[in-house]
């Protein structure tokens, strides 16, 4: 028997749990504000960043999942224009894929099992070190201070 790959696993659960709706998101991001209020303010238009936001991590995480080349020059450039807000906790990146993925498998119980929850879990981490990896970049590529003078305006 075959064994299903990753990346069909995380499709089945995401068709299972109806995509990403206006009440996936917005039950996500509020349990990411309740975990983090002090980032609500920084949203200025919460729906259109939601949509986004959303469907770009899910995007990435499918994309790492198919070995696609496309997902580095995406994460760098993500890293990149969130430097306006300064060095974000990795806390919060944390959060987000964790709140990310619950979401998910609440929403798509009927196709959620051990596989899918590794699945979504793999791909997720593999994200996060994608971020790591780039903001790191960023930083050397910076003037020393950079950085840590953005999160002060």
Do not use: C
């Amino acid at each position: 028997m075959q064994q299903t790959s990753d990346s069909e696993l995380m499709g089945r659960s995401l068709a299972s749990a109806g995509g990403v709706t206006e009440q996936f998101r917005r039950a996500l991001f509020e349990r990411f504000f309740s975990r983090h209020p002090e980032r609500r303010h920084t949203f200025l238009n919460l729906e259109a960043s939601s949509i986004r936001m959303t469907e770009e991590t899910i995007e990435m995480m499918l994309g790492l999942s198919q070995n696609e080349d496309w997902v580095w020059p995406l994460v760098a450039e993500l890293v990149f224009t969130h430097r306006s807000y300064g060095r974000l906790p990795w806390e919060e990146y944390k959060t987000w894929m964790s709140y990310l993925v619950d979401e998910i498998s609440v929403r798509s119980s009927d196709k959620w099992d051990d596989a899918t929850e590794h699945a979504w879990r793999h791909w997720a981490d593999q994200l996060l070190a994608l971020i790591n990896n780039a903001r790191e970049e960023w930083e050397k590529a910076m003037p020393p201070g950079y950085v840590d003078e953005l999160g002060k305006r």
